[in-house]
């Protein structure tokens, strides 16, 4: 019962996400780390705010002890980025995250890390689900307590290390002289005291909303977009900030509001820093991103004698393709951000405070940044569609699409049909559309781009019609 998917395993609260599952993923993950040699490492797991995260956590922790597996838990929830920056700290084969990231209250999930803090490869989770058939129940644990005093578990606190990792990174100085004016919103997350810290740090003056402790995520899913961060905008305009940031549950995903309200997509975002980092920073380098990002980030790597790689969905793919063409950044429409010379994966602290370095050092607003972007490069649409599925019409669905290969009529002449992930259909006027299945819920995503609004609309239409959703 336990699968992995593009953003690890999740599952819902008391149905599959339970105490005997999350015993079995530790079981085999202890039987996987003594086969290759690697258990003398130990385990190091985090946490999020999420409904049964810290329980999770324990329970995971006292089947590692059992196993002889010393595991360090960070003793607070933290942002995603933490477990992976001290994998990669450490040195460590193997870290693990309990969190379902942006997804709705009633799951929950755990992500898996390896080497170099990156997201586990599907080579990965496909031989820990191997190592999770031979499980025999019931798994063995060592109560907590007793884990403690053998010293099996210990409870750490890194997260001045991770912040004090960020605010290496920074020009703390520039920023200081500039006292960029920012709202913070966590969504009820935990990226509030990173984010804080290291802002304030640097002299600026944040203020936050939705920052409590909320396992319901204020009945809304934590994902930083457009329509949840309306409450946001309202904020930055009436009281005049600078900028706006939101985080989702974990803090790995970012998303922003201008100075004048205007909602900045993952897309413009990674457009955005990408710029920054050529024309600022003086990196030279691709960039990469997944097929369901847009296209404008190739035409930027052209304006920048670049060029732009495209991958699937799925961050571990971004990471390797970076490694592979010593890309600077990659990302993802979903508001996941890797920036070379960082941790392998997606960080929203990170991003976050390279956002506000942008400011102080441009002296420009993020509105008039993001409109010279807009006329160097052209503006696209994307348009996302998320369609709710009876799981027991998949293999219909992956028969029309995937086997037999059959499309829709389209208005536009079709250039060629990528199934490297889904299928991506690309036109010869520049728009795409694709449809794939969520590798964490029972959901067709259909995504399209163009460069009229009302084109990228009818592309998702058209394929909605297409496949009766």
Sequence with gaps: MIHFGTGGWRAIIGDEFTKANLQI????????????????????????????SKEAMRWLAEVFAYEGIKTSLVNKSCPTPVVMYLVQRDNRDYGLMVTASHNPAIYNGVKVFVKDG???????????????????????FMP????????????????????????GDIDVDVIRKNAVRIVLDPMYGVAETAIKTIMTTCRCEVDTIHGGHDTLFGGHMPAPDELLMKELAAYVVTHGYDIGIATDGDADRIGVIDDTGRFLSANDILMILYWYLVTY????????????TTHNLDVLAKKLNQE????????????????????????????????????????????????????????????????????????????????????????????????????????????????????????????WVTVRFSGTEPLLRVFAEAIELKDAKSLCKIYKDFLNL
């Design 118 to 140: 990156k997201d586990a490869d599907v080579e990965t989770t496909n031989d820990i689900e191997k190592y999770i058939e031979k499980v025999v129940e019931p798994v063995n």
């Design 308 to 431: 732009c790689y495209e991958v699937p969905v799925g961050f571990k793919w971004i990471t390797a393709k970076m490694a592979e063409t010593n890309a600077i950044i990659g990302g993802e429409s979903s508001g996941g951000m890797a920036i070379q010379g960082r941790i392998k994966g997606k960080d929203g602290v990170y991003a976050a405070a390279l956002l506000v370095e942008m400011l102080a050092k441009t002296g420009k607003k993020m509105s008039q940044i993001y409109d010279e972007l807009i006329e160097l490069c052209g503006k696209r649409y994307i348009v996302e569609e998320n369609y709710r599925f009876n799981p027991d019409l998949k293999d219909a669905f992956i028969k029309t699409i995937i086997e037999d290969k059959k499309l829709p009529d389209f208005p536009f002449e079709v250039d060629h049909v990528s199934y490297m992930d889904g299928c991506k259909v690309y036109f010869k006027n520049d728009a």
């Design 281 to 292: 920073r003086n990196m030279s380098g691709p960039c990469v991103r997944n097929l369901c």
């Design 25 to 52: 993923l530790a079981k085999a993950l202890a039987d996987k780390m003594k086969k290759e040699g690697v258990d003398n490492q130990g385990m190091i797991i985090g946490y999020d705010r999420r409904f049964l």
């Design 144 to 167: 907590y307590e007793e884990g403690l005093e053998k010293q099996l578990i210990e409870e750490i606190y890194p997260i001045n290390d991770y912040i004090d990792f960020v605010i």
